[in-house]
């Protein structure tokens, strides 16, 4: 089986249009937002370039994100790995009760917020043993389709400005179907489409997938629970 799954991260404004292509497609992805962000109006130097990063308002975000599912990112974006168990736990559980509140959705899934390793043993352990927490995005692309071994530590197939995307999408498309569970993983920012001035990128990649019968578009918590339904 192929199954495709996109998530992405932040909450800013650009997600308004990155959701409009979506649904045109008939397509549901997997976004992480900072509860203790929303409304917030400010830019960030991302890559040595000057990039809005507006978070949507609740009210925007309610209405954007209305047929899309919603996991968690922590309340303010911190390291995970520099904070005591208390700390990680308010960072993770108040952003997972504000979202539920908000959205009105079960979440079991989030991603850890910032680059590089934001987190590790302690911070796996505490959320595992004390959340209702199930999986955790990494920002570590692992190049191939496989599904994580440890579900708290789900490293993606690429970014979605890769310059290896391409590549890795035409050769998931290409290969063979089996019973065996074969997963592209991609994610992003949305306003990195800005950034780049690349938006033709995610509508060529979100008419591909749509387009494509053999491929099975699902969210990331659809893929957590059909995996370990499915476990042999």
């Not at 008939?26 to 991302?46: C, D, M, P, Y």
């Not at 079991?108 to 680059?115: F, Q, R, S, V, W």
């Not at 959340?131 to 440890?150: G, K, M, W």
Request: charged share 25%; with cysteine.
């Amino acid at each position: 089986m192929k199954i495709v799954t996109l998530s992405f991260d932040d909450g800013t404004i650009q997600d308004k249009r990155l959701v409009s292509i979506l649904e045109r497609y008939g397509l549901r992805a997997t976004f992480h937002l900072n509860s203790g962000f929303f409304g917030q109006k400010h830019e960030i130097v991302h890559g040595g370039i000057l990039c809005d990063h507006t978070e949507l308002t609740i009210e925007e975000a309610k209405k954007v994100y209305r047929n899309q599912e919603i996991a968690v990112h922590t309340v303010h974006h911190p390291d995970l790995s520099k904070l005591d168990e208390k700390e990680i736990l308010a960072e993770v559980g108040e952003d997972q009760q504000a979202l539920e509140e908000i959205f009105e959705q079960k979440i079991i899934g989030m991603a850890y917020p910032g680059g590089g390793t934001p987190y590790n043993e302690v911070v796996m352990r505490v959320i595992r043993n004390n959340t209702s927490i199930c999986f955790a995005r990494t920002v570590h692309e692992q190049y191939d389709y496989s599904l994580p071994q440890n579900w708290m530590e789900w490293n993606p197939t690429c970014d979605i400005q890769s310059d290896k995307f391409p590549y890795l999408t035409e050769k998931f498309i290409e290969s063979a179907d089996s019973e065996e569970i074969n997963l592209l993983y991609v994610w992003g920012h949305a306003f990195e489409f800005d950034k780049y001035d690349n938006w033709e990128r995610m509508e060529a990649f979100a008419e591909k997938i749509a387009s494509n019968s053999a491929l099975r578009v699902m969210t990331t918590k659809e893929v957590y629970l059909y995996a370990n339904a499915n476990r042999k």
